[in-house]
């Protein structure tokens, strides 16, 4: 409609008119551009905004597993420097070095919670999340699975191999019964048991003590078993710092209140 005007005015030579016409529709043409465009932003917004929420879930479920795995190792460190003091010393307690002999070979494991990370990176949309985020660090802790890599290298250790070949099925049932990990009802470790009750004979402790102090590696094996364990809990808790890095940077991204801002 436009358009025709601005032809008859020409035709018409009414420059003014056609000017003025001509103008319009550059404006309308303009405000139509300028409108996509913010309507864009918007919607790009919404969907960072959307990604953000998303992976500060994973973060924090990621967080607090991380914790609870760090600590864990801590724990099983604290086991193998004991194991190495009780093993030093002919007359400890049996029952004190059969139990830390068991837990300074215990493994825990917990899987990164990646979808929403890898459907960020997959979209190619990284760019929408807030610059803090990305510059924590995050995509260092995305780059590899810590828990995994170090879960693979505990688990084979000679040492664990060792102790577990030497305690006796009975004694081993009594272990996992009385003195070792805590579980939820999924099966996840959450920790180690406060208290210690073995069920079993005091004979097969004092044997099974006897035995270990007897075997010509396992001190060896035990001094490797502390550099594995001690770069686990290390590790892994330099995953902590991480997502606590991501976690604070991703505090401001969050969906505003309703009746708030867009």
Not at 113 to 130: F, K, N
Request: overall charge negative.
């Amino acid at each position: 409609m436009i358009l025709r005007r601005v032809i008859g005015c020409v035709k018409a030579q009414n420059w003014t008119a056609a000017a003025l016409d001509f103008v319009i529709v550059v404006l309308g043409v303009f405000l139509g551009i300028q409108a996509s465009n913010w309507n864009a932003a918007q919607a790009e917004k919404r969907l960072g905004r959307a990604y953000a929420e998303r992976l500060t879930a994973s973060l924090e479920s990621d967080f607090a597993s991380r914790r609870a795995l760090a600590a864990y190792y801590g724990a099983v460190l604290e086991s193998v420097e004991q194991t190495g003091r009780l093993l030093a010393d002919p007359a400890s307690d049996p029952q004190e070095l059969v139990v830390n002999a068991y837990r300074a070979s215990e493994v825990n494991f917990a899987p990164q919670s990646r979808a929403a990370w890898d459907e960020i990176v997959s979209s190619g949309d990284i760019g929408l999340l807030p610059r803090a985020a990305i510059d924590s660090g995050i995509a260092d802790y995305f780059a590899g699975d810590t828990a995994r890599l170090t879960y693979d290298v505990v688990i084979a250790s000679a040492y664990r191999r060792r102790v577990r070949t030497i305690l006796p099925l009975e004694l081993q049932k009594a272990l996992r019964a009385g003195c070792s990990d805590i579980r939820d009802d999924a099966q996840a470790i959450t920790g180690f048991m406060p208290d210690c009750t073995l069920a079993v004979d005091a004979e097969l402790i004092a044997t099974t003590a006897s035995a270990l102090r007897a075997d010509p590696m396992l001190a060896a094996e035990l001094r490797y078993q502390y550099s594995d364990v001690f770069s686990a809990n290390a590790n892994i808790s330099g995953d902590v710092v991480l997502l606590e890095r991501a976690l604070a940077a991703l505090g401001g991204a969050r969906s505003p209140a309703v009746g708030g801002d867009p």
